[in-house]
T-cell receptor, first 113, second 110 residues
Framework: DAGITQSPRHKVTETGTPVTLRCHQT?????MYWYRQDPGHGLRLIHY???????DKGEVSDGYSVSRSKTEDFLLTLESATSSQTSVYFC????????????FGSGTQLSVL | KQEVTQIPAALSVPEGENLVLNCSFT??????LQWFRQDPGKGLTSLLL?????REQTSGRLNASLDKSSGRSTLYIAASQPGDSATYLC?????????FGTGTRLKVLA
């Protein structure tokens, strides 16, 4: 299995609180992605990174920010958590953009009360 | 905007049956298509990757085909087993990154 670790695995927080989720990879892959998975919507891309300090928005980026200061770490921050951000968050990595498989972490279950 | 649809949403079959899962997409300008398996409470595992220039890929009992012109892909599972029970998702890769379908939940009955 690809070396991808997401932390925490579960988190419960209150509305208005900032939350940071971490994705750590040991594969030295260039591309890293944050997705959220919700019933009826499938997986939707929040943000992605194509290198250190190089990031871009995905389909559902409002209310989220990301940072990548090292190749192995990609952080997702919910600036002020809302109940609509209750979801399962997945990190994924790939070696390049078009020709390589996408590998996923085990996910973070986030509940915003 | 690319849209990816998987039909049916759920499927229940007896063990040993050959089955086909469907994935359709609206924009044929894709880089590739991947099929994933997701077990309850787990992340996604990539099963097969088909490049846009390819027509099919095989891995063991799995065969995936791609017809870009018609915007369709199928995942064929031969001789299904109870261990194949999971949700299967397809994802289409392009300039918009990967767009996922909502999956087909498969249950193989012993």
């Amino acid at each position: 299995d690809a070396g991808i670790t997401q932390s925490p695995r579960h988190k419960v927080t209150e509305t208005g609180t900032p939350v940071t989720l971490r994705c750590h990879q040991t594969e030295n892959h260039r591309y890293m992605y944050w997705y959220r998975q919700d019933p009826g919507h499938g997986l939707r891309l929040i943000h992605y990174s194509y290198g250190v300090k190089d990031t871009d928005k995905g389909e559902v980026s409002d209310g989220y920010s990301v940072s990548r200061s090292k190749t192995e770490d990609f952080l997702l921050t919910l600036e002020s958590a809302t109940s609509s951000q209750t979801s399962v968050y997945f990190c994924a990595i790939s070696r390049d953009e078009t020709n390589e498989k996408l590998f996923f972490g085990s996910g973070t279950q986030l509940s915003v009360l | 905007k690319q849209e990816v649809t998987q039909i049916p949403a759920a499927l229940s079959v007896p063990e040993g049956e050959n089955l086909v899962l469907n994935c359709s997409f609206t924009d044929s300008a894709i880089y590739n298509l991947q099929w994933f398996r997701q077990d309850p409470g787990k992340g996604l595992t990539s099963l097969l990757l088909i490049q846009s220039s390819q027509r099919e890929q095989t891995s063991g009992r799995l065969n995936a085909s791609l017809d870009k012109s018609s915007g369709r892909s199928t995942l064929y599972i031969a001789a299904s087993q109870p261990g194949d029970s999971a949700t299967y998702l397809c994802a289409v890769g392009g300039t918009y990154k990967y767009i996922f379908g909502t999956g087909t939940r498969l249950k193989v009955l012993a």
